[in-house]
């Protein structure tokens, strides 16, 4: 076999590795979110009390980012993965054992740090993927994250229907998940730093294409957080429903952010960035009129579908923009990254505190008005979609030096 056959095996090889990551990766993102309603009533908590403390998600893993980097090139790109990976699955089981406010907290900086260096670590390998296959792929790795959560919701789904204990529930789950992104990382592409390369600083203010990038992304995690942290409780609370329908309004918002993102590779190369997150603004906004007007379940649950479907493609066209924008990937989507868990600490407390002086209802006007943001901002992706095919094509047109 040439060197040329070997090589493209390890390369698709190591797409089906990092999108198996993806996967498990939301799988534990899933199987919390559907069992916040039980986390508030076992930590006996109002509704901006717990917003407070899923603030501390973002917190951490804003935090703890920018130090994916240089753990990556310490320890090569595939050991880094496996560890990262392995603490976030093992952190699920944290949440579930907090008995108050400040233990909760605790517990959700460790989860939000272990998650946010793991989503560094295997979005740089992902677009390191990318460049060498030469064709659009992060859509549909996101796409597998989405599954993941898909499946991880579903079984919280099951388990708050069967009124299984939260603690029992995240250990298994726990469990399982570690296991199998260990088996995962044993096939991601092993990166080792040149010998004669700078290892990069711990933290680093984003660089300068990262910042709008990142404005777009800000959005689409806003209403993302949003939906996943506050759709079940906003079924049960505003709507009277029962714990496995609103537990059901989590599962169907996945449902939609997978399917998505697995078709938005066919479809951002049809008709290009710009257009497919405008397109998604509009849906967006239709899905959060839905929610806010809702006065039956079932209106709301479309209202979080649609949601899905609208910003389903949006963090991965910004991460896919930033790794192809600069020379070095992990500090580009770090950046980006950092910005967009901004968000996601921003949107947890807002919610909460919102819906604590107000209501529900209130909260998700907001969650709709910065949803309009991605038709209006989605125009700085036009630079950074001609700037990643200029990459795309000096990397087709240069050896890679790298195993």
């Given at each position: 076999?040439?060197?040329?056959?070997?090589?493209?095996?390890?390369?698709?090889?190591?797409?089906?590795?990092?999108?198996?990551?993806?996967?498990?990766?939301?799988?534990?993102?899933?199987?919390?979110?559907?069992?916040?309603?039980?986390?508030?009533?076992?930590?006996?908590?109002?509704?901006?009390?717990?917003?407070?403390?899923?603030?501390?998600?973002?917190?951490?893993?804003?935090?703890?980012?920018?130090?994916?980097?240089?753990?990556?090139?310490?320890?090569?790109?595939?050991?880094?993965?496996?560890?990262?990976?392995?603490?976030?699955?093992?952190?699920?089981?944290?949440?579930?054992?907090?008995?108050?406010?400040?233990?909760?907290?605790?517990?959700?900086?460790?989860?939000?740090?272990?998650?946010?260096?793991?989503?560094?670590?295997?979005?740089?390998?992902?677009?390191?993927?990318?460049?060498?296959?030469?064709?659009?792929?992060m859509s549909g790795l996101h796409g597998m994250w989405s599954a993941?959560?898909?499946?991880?919701?579903?079984?919280?789904?099951?388990?708050?229907?069967?009124?299984?204990?939260?603690?029992?529930?995240?250990?298994?789950?726990?469990?399982?998940?570690?296991?199998?992104?260990?088996?995962?990382?044993?096939?991601?592409?092993?990166?080792?730093?040149?010998?004669?390369?700078?290892?990069?600083?711990?933290?680093?203010?984003?660089?300068?294409?990262?910042?709008?990038?990142?404005?777009?992304?800000?959005?689409?995690?806003?209403?993302?957080?949003?939906?996943?942290?506050?759709?079940?409780?906003?079924?049960?609370?505003?709507?009277?429903?029962?714990?496995?329908?609103?537990?059901?309004?989590?599962?169907?918002?996945?449902?939609?952010?997978?399917?998505?993102?697995?078709?938005?590779?066919?479809?951002?190369?049809?008709?290009?960035?710009?257009?497919?997150?405008?397109?998604?603004?509009?849906?967006?906004?239709?899905?959060?009129?839905?929610?806010?007007?809702?006065?039956?379940?079932?209106?709301?649950?479309?209202?979080?579908?649609?949601?899905?479907?609208?910003?389903?493609?949006?963090?991965?066209?910004?991460?896919?923009?930033?790794?192809?924008?600069?020379?070095?990937?992990?500090?580009?989507?770090?950046?980006?990254?950092?910005?967009?868990?901004?968000?996601?600490?921003?949107?947890?407390?807002?919610?909460?505190?919102?819906?604590?002086?107000?209501?529900?209802?209130?909260?998700?006007?907001?969650?709709?008005?910065?949803?309009?943001?991605?038709?209006?901002?989605?125009?700085?992706?036009?630079?950074?979609?001609?700037?990643?095919?200029?990459?795309?094509?000096?990397?087709?047109?240069?050896?890679?030096?790298?195993?």
């Amino acid at each position: 076999m040439s060197d040329v056959m070997r090589a493209g095996d390890e390369v698709r090889r190591a797409r089906y590795a990092v999108a198996a990551v993806f996967a498990v990766h939301g799988a534990v993102t899933g199987s919390f979110a559907t069992r916040v309603p039980w986390v508030q009533d076992h930590t006996s908590l109002g509704a901006g009390q717990l917003g407070f403390a899923l603030a501390f998600t973002a917190l951490g893993a804003s935090c703890a980012m920018p130090l994916a980097g240089g753990i990556t090139h310490r320890f090569g790109s595939r050991a880094a993965l496996r560890g990262l990976l392995a603490l976030w699955t093992l952190s699920l089981i944290l949440p579930s054992i907090a008995p108050n406010l400040v233990t909760l907290c605790l517990a959700m900086f460790v989860y939000g740090a272990s998650a946010g260096m793991a989503d560094v670590a295997m979005n740089a390998l992902g677009v390191e993927v990318e460049r060498r296959l030469e064709k659009s792929i992060m859509s549909g790795l996101h796409g597998m994250w989405s599954a993941g959560a898909l499946i991880g919701s579903a079984a919280g789904t099951l388990a708050a229907h069967l009124g299984t204990d939260a603690r029992v529930h995240f250990a298994l789950a726990s469990a399982v998940l570690t296991v199998l992104g260990l088996v995962a990382c044993s096939w991601v592409l092993d990166l080792q730093p040149a010998e004669d390369e700078e290892p990069p600083p711990r933290f680093a203010l984003p660089p300068r294409s990262a910042l709008l990038i990142g404005a777009v992304g800000f959005c689409a995690v806003f209403a993302e957080g949003a939906s996943l942290d506050w759709s079940a409780v906003f079924l049960r609370d505003r709507l009277d429903s029962s714990a496995g329908l609103a537990a059901a309004s989590t599962t169907g918002f996945m449902l939609t952010m997978a399917v998505a993102r697995i078709a938005g590779d066919a479809v951002v190369n049809r008709f290009g960035a710009v257009r497919t997150v405008r397109a998604g603004g509009v849906l967006a906004v239709l899905g959060g009129l839905l929610i806010v007007l809702a006065g039956h379940p079932v209106v709301a649950m479309a209202g979080f579908a649609l949601m899905g479907l609208g910003i389903a493609v949006v963090v991965p066209l910004c991460f896919a923009a930033a790794g192809h924008a600069g020379p070095n990937p992990s500090q580009a989507i770090a950046g980006v990254a950092t910005i967009t868990y901004t968000s996601g600490l921003i949107a947890p407390s807002l919610i909460g505190g919102v819906a604590q002086a107000t209501s529900l209802m209130v909260s998700f006007v907001v969650v709709t008005a910065l949803a309009c943001g991605l038709a209006v901002f989605a125009g700085v992706l036009r630079t950074a979609e001609r700037g990643g095919g200029e990459v795309s094509r000096r990397a087709a047109a240069v050896p890679d030096p790298r195993p």
